[in-house]
């Protein structure tokens, strides 16, 4: 990696937990992720082989993304945006997504990508907290066949937030859409403009500077906006990806994720460029028009790793092993898993049919604050199905109780991270208070996950899951409290509770508890409109698999609903201590 100046110091920790990495060092994750390429052999590799979900395809070389973002980077500029700003990015799994979030960080400006899949309410509160002034989005976008209309509900969230002066349009879809005057603007139209010249300069950025915003899901409240920056995360997805995947010249990487999501910002878009691989990207449903999409495009493209979500692999696999034994798998020589405790049923599959018993099995444990991989095996690393095995370099973890005190080998207790590394999170935008409460304020000086672990008597860290109101479901994150508060804003609901129970699929499902308001008079469809109303509000994946209508919730003295009794009633397990519970 290259520096425009190097830094005075690695580890500034004099204002903890606030910890700043790379002090006084000059760069641009973009100048180390395409810039610095252009010079070598790479110029003219390809860095990104995308496929659409209808069967098109197009390719970009390092060269040819180069122009791509330079070219945005400039309309970005002509519409006024700067450093400090942060331009919100929704869009279906498309070039453009990469395009658009590198184009900002080349001109020094902080991106904010909310994922495709989240819709009206989820889009608006994401766009009010950042103060986006310019948003990009698209028509739509394919999925299983349908398109997804997503400037639709672009409009109607713009529509509650009134900051977006400017909305970029990708044309992905073509139906006819609503085009607002002095707002909207087609991004081909704008990008064969001669503001969209094809030379911009790199904005060298400090160490620290913002390099994005992602918004994640928390114990309580509105999602939080995690803050990553040009510097650490650089040095911190690279290494990562480097080391665990052993990523060569010839490599054709495919990481199956979002780049709406953390795992898509750093392992499909930042860390396979900075490593100058070439990244496959595929827009659409893993099943589409067949279970055997993703086999068929390993055999096409040569793909050589492919990384992915237990959920995913869940299923592809109970449509049987015919459909990957029609294909020829034999340029894959690693596979990867992240996002949730990979079952022993899974794992055996995705080794046996997809590796072919040859491929090691990366088991990565990472979060959105982390920004890479903390707990993961390496290709040498003997593996054991379900554990991420031991952290990565200059990692410590542990496993520890209420007191801060290492529980004993094999009991489980809270996951913490006892120092600091370049990659983590640096704060939650304009809260410090609740970065403070939410990671440091239990451990002090240890980080906490928010997960639950045991670690065996090799020191294998075996992840459990989550301890807090954040429920993994299909490996996606959300909270509680966001389910709940699209509940709420239902004019038939007074109050909502929302728990995760384990599915065979998804991992975890979402069932909520609701209370109506006075009068109303809960029919057969209501639950049904419900489900709709959040599919509506907060995106499909948030919908609850069961809606149950209540007289009451448990409820502690002080008014919290208790929902781990809520979860113990459901799973007819002991209610443990409820001596808190509310007469
Ligand atoms: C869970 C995703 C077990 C965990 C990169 C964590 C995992 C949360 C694994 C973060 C894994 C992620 N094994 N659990 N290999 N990887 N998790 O922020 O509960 O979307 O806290 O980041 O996913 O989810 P996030």
Known sequence: MEWFQ???????????????????????????????????????????????????????????????????????????????DIVTIYLPRLPEQMIAMLACAKIGAAHSVVYGGFSVEALAERIEDAQSRVL??????????????????????????????????????????????????????????????PICETE?????????????????????????????????????????????????????????????????????????????????????????????????????????????????MRFGDSWPNRHNLGSLRLLGTVGEPINPEAWKWYYTVIGQERCPIMDTWWQTETGGFMITPLPITPLKPGSATRPFFGIDVDVVDDESQPVPTGEEGYLVVKTPWPGMLRAVYKDPDRYREQYWDKFKTMYQTGDSARKDEDGYVWVIGRMDDVIKVSGYRLGTAEVESALVSHPDVSEAAAIGLPHELKGNAIHAYVILRAGVEGDENLAETLRDHVGHEMGPIAKPETIT???????????????????????????????????
């Open 136 to 197: 990009v989005t698209a028509d739509g976008g394919w999925l299983r066949g349908k398109i997804i209309a997503l400037k639709d509900i672009a409009d109607e969230a713009m529509a509650r937030q009134p900051t977006v002066e400017t909305c970029i349009v990708v044309k992905r879809t073509g139906q006819d859409i609503y085009m607002e005057a002095g707002r909207d603007y087609w991004y081909e139209d704008l990008m064969s403009l001669p503001i969209a010249g």
């Open 549 to 583: 209508v209540v007289d009451t919730l448990p409820k502690t003295r002080s008014g919290k609903i208790m929902r781990r009794l809520l979860k113990a009633r459901a799973l007819g397990l002991p209610e443990g201590d409820v001596s808190t519970l509310e007469e």
């Open 204 to 316: 060298p950025t400090d160490a620290e500077d913002m390099l994005f915003i992602l918004y994640t899901s928390g114990t309580t409240g509105r999602p939080k906006g995690v803050i990553h920056t040009h510097g650490g995360y650089m040095v911190f997805t690279y290494t990562t990806l480097k080391y665990v995947f052993d990523v060569k010249d010839e490599d054709r990487w495919w990481c199956a994720a979002d780049p709406g999501w953390i795992t898509g910002h750093s392992y499909i878009v930042y860390a396979p460029l900075i490593n100058g691989v070439t990244s496959f990207m595929y827009e659409g449903a893993p099943t589409h028009p067949y279970p055997n999409r993703w086999w068929q495009m390993i055999e096409n493209h040569g793909i050589t790793i492919l990384y992915t979500a237990p959920t995913a692999i869940r299923g592809l």
């Open 6 to 84: 190097k830094w005075d110091k690695v580890l500034d920790d004099s204002d903890a937990p606030f910890y700043k990495w790379f002090v006084g060092g000059k760069t641009n994750i973009v100048h180390n992720a395409i810039d610095r390429h252009l010079k070598t052999h790479r110029k003219n590799k390809l860095a990104l082989i995308w496929v659409g979900e209808p069967g098109d395809s197009r390719t970009f070389s390092y060269f040819a993304l180069n122009r791509e973002v330079s070219k945005f980077a400039n309309v970005l500029k002509s519409m006024g945006v700067k450093k400090g």
